[in-house]
T-cell receptor, first 111, second 113 residues
Framework: KQEVTQIPAALSVPEGENLVLNCSFT??????LQWFRQDPGKGLTSLLL?????REQTSGRLNASLDKSSGRSTLYIAASQPGDSATYLC??????????FGAGTTVTVRA | GAGVSQTPSNKVTEKGKYVELRCDPI?????LYWYRQSLGQGPEFLIY????????DSGLPNDRFFAVRPEGSVSTLKIQRTERGDSAVYLC???????????FGPGTRLTVL
């Protein structure tokens, strides 16, 4: 069974600092990996999706890397802003349709 | 176009009652998924529909949980004899096919007193 772990569970940084969020997974046979953002009381918003053949994806201030062989992905958020405060979830997808999620990292960016 | 919608947004019920949670997927999406998210945890897979049929219901915790999608669009998750442990956010997602990106709805927060 795929296990997904996210460290740290919570993170508080001053505005402007870069954020580094980690995700590890136990089974490297994945189809893709996706990073989501979840605001309190809201659903999930997809941020980045990395196919298993890719090493990284970028969107604006966000960059996600994938090292499938070591079972790791990292989400970088540059020049953090208070509006980046949310919970960030990592999800891996094996060769079927089910997503396996980590428990998330709750980020607080202090103004 | 419109995203995935779920109703109600909040549901409070008493232990032992029956509840129905509704999901309206993105128009044209053939695949629909239900996940459950307990406090402080990531979502966990419950069931996957391809069209009208449940292709995989292996995540349903027990036979009190049942889901339908009779016309291949709207889906209803049904929970009988609710228990306090059923309290969670129930998320619905849809995708164009079973291998495409899943788009999530805002969820239904179920509280069983």
């Amino acid at each position: 069974k795929q296990e997904v772990t996210q460290i740290p569970a919570a993170l508080s940084v001053p505005e402007g600092e870069n954020l580094v969020l980690n995700c590890s997974f136990t089974d490297s046979a994945i189809y893709n990996l996706q990073w989501f953002r979840q605001d309190p009381g809201k659903g999930l918003t997809s941020l980045l999706l990395i196919q298993s053949s890719q090493r990284e994806q970028t969107s604006g201030r966000l960059n996600a890397s994938l090292d499938k062989s070591s079972g790791r992905s990292t989400l970088y958020i540059a020049a953090s802003q208070p509006g980046d405060s949310a919970t960030y979830l990592c999800a891996v997808r094996p060769n079927d349709y089910k997503l396996s999620f980590g428990a998330g990292t709750t980020v607080t960016v202090r103004a | 176009g419109a995203g995935v919608s779920q109703t109600p947004s909040n549901k409070v019920t008493e232990k032992g009652k029956y509840v129905e949670l509704r999901c309206d997927p993105i128009s044209g999406h053939t695949a629909l998924y239900w996940y459950r998210q307990s406090l402080g945890q990531g979502p966990e897979f419950l069931i996957y529909f391809q069209g009208t049929g449940a292709a995989d219901d292996s995540g349903l915790p027990n036979d009190r949980f049942f889901a339908v999608r009779p016309e291949g669009s709207v889906s209803t998750l049904k929970i009988q004899r609710t228990e306090r442990g059923d309290s969670a956010v129930y998320l619905c997602a849809s995708s164009l096919t079973g291998t495409d990106t899943q788009y999530f709805g805002p969820g239904t927060r179920l509280t069983v007193l």
